[in-house]
């Protein structure tokens, strides 16, 4: 038996396991421990350490060189993966090491920094679209995560569709607290971007906690605006600066126990390739006030309360009122089984991994040939 060797730019389980880290991470779970691990191997590539362990049976880690930005992964990654020649390269996170010489499988979650340029410093914008582009471009497969995300792909990037596979993620079960009582928390969960209008969801909180003196806001996520948005000072001028409360990252634990507190889920991005923090809110039996987009009916459908873009005050109106009365969730949570059951971490793993064995078979094949012939 020929053992398959697969790639994988492991980068992002380093640090906070959010968002990429989070998706590699539940992949490389169930990819190392399936039955029939024995017959593939993993190389896992690292500037450091990783945090994680994996089965050795299944899993190589190896160690380059030092960073974990574009020149390391275009110099010392690309530099493994040409000395390695692994049958294929699995790239988690938009862009891979250009020119490796081995079939190619990428993830493209997104390309907000194509649609709207506007939201990323001049340097960060054009480093990302030229290396995304060219990763497109060679890649045998690239995944993405929404049909959205795929017409945005084949309208911008012009990939061909015939190389574009939509796998949506899964939602990461937590252990939640079903008989804590909840309390007027609204809550947010992400990255914090332009394009999720912060600012506007402070505002709306602060119309909808006028009528309910123990509401608090609680957003959860690093930083990441630009250009850069005073979310405090924001705060502060709505009169709510001491009723919010701004947590750059908190342990899984800590999370599980706001889901299992918090009255509302707030998220109201104008862009998303699918946006997975409502559903694991929605898991949690937190309904999701979202805005109402192409994409967030599409991963939502009817599970989620949605709001109009720029309707602050329709945005306050649904707080208030989930706040306010509870029984006003419960139609919500009632479509939550159907919606959550399109969303599996086990589906997603066998998929993408079968997909990635296919991009490897021309590598595999010519390995197999006898020599001579």
């Known amino acids: 038996m020929t053992l398959l060797r697969i790639g994988v730019d492991a980068r992002e389980l380093l640090g906070a396991a959010t968002g990429v880290g989070r998706y590699l991470g539940e992949l490389l779970r169930r990819w190392t421990t399936r039955p029939d691990r024995h017959s593939r191997r993993f190389i896992l590539y690292t ?3 990783l945090p994680a362990a994996f089965p050795a049976d299944a899993a190589d880690v190896r160690i380059l060189g030092s960073g974990r930005g574009t020149w390391w ?3 010392h990654l690309r530099r493994a993966v040409r000395q390695d ?4 390269f699995f790239a988690p996170a938009y862009t891979a090491p250009l020119g490796a010489k081995v079939p190619l499988a990428v993830t493209i979650h997104d390309i907000s920094f194509v649609a709207h340029p506007e939201w990323f410093r001049a340097g960060e914008g054009l480093r990302r679209r030229w290396l995304t582009r060219r990763a497109a471009a060679a890649a ?6 929404s049909q959205f995300s795929r017409s945005e792909l084949e309208k911008h990037l012009r990939t061909d569709p015939a190389r574009v ?3 949506p993620p899964g939602v990461t079960p937590r252990t939640v607290d079903r008989l804590q009582v909840r309390e007027p928390i609204v809550l947010f969960v992400g990255s914090l971007f332009n394009r999720r209008r912060l600012p506007d969801l402070i505002g709306a909180f602060a119309k909808a906690a ?3 003196p123990h509401a608090r806001l609680v957003i959860v996520g690093d930083d990441r605006t630009w250009p850069r948005q005073d979310l405090r000072g924001i705060a502060a001028a709505q009169g709510v600066s001491g009723r ?3 947590l750059s990252y908190i342990s899984d634990e800590e999370l599980a126990a706001l889901y299992s507190r918090a009255a509302v889920f707030a998220f109201l991005s104008e862009y998303e390739g699918f946006g997975l923090t409502p559903l694991e809110a929605l898991a949690a039996g937190v309904p999701p006030v979202v805005l109402d987009t192409e994409v967030a009916r599409e991963v939502y459908d009817g599970a989620a309360v949605y709001v109009r873009p720029d309707d602050v005050e329709g945005a306050a109106a649904a707080i208030a009122e989930l706040l306010t009365n509870p029984s006003a969730a419960a139609p919500v949570l009632a479509r ?3 919606v959550l059951s399109r969303y599996s971490w086990e589906e997603a793993a066998t998929r993408t991994l079968a997909e990635i064995e296919n991009a490897a078979a021309p590598a595999l094949g010519a390995r197999r040939e006898p020599k001579g012939r």
């Open 336 to 338: 939550a089984e159907a």
């Open 85 to 88: 020649r692994p049958d294929v």
């Open 47 to 49: 500037p450091s350490e």
């Open 244 to 246: 919010t409360q701004f």
């Open 73 to 75: 992964e275009q110099t």
């Open 210 to 212: 006028a009528a309910v």
């Open 165 to 167: 596979r939509v796998i």
């Open 140 to 145: 045998s497969v690239i995944f993405t995560d």
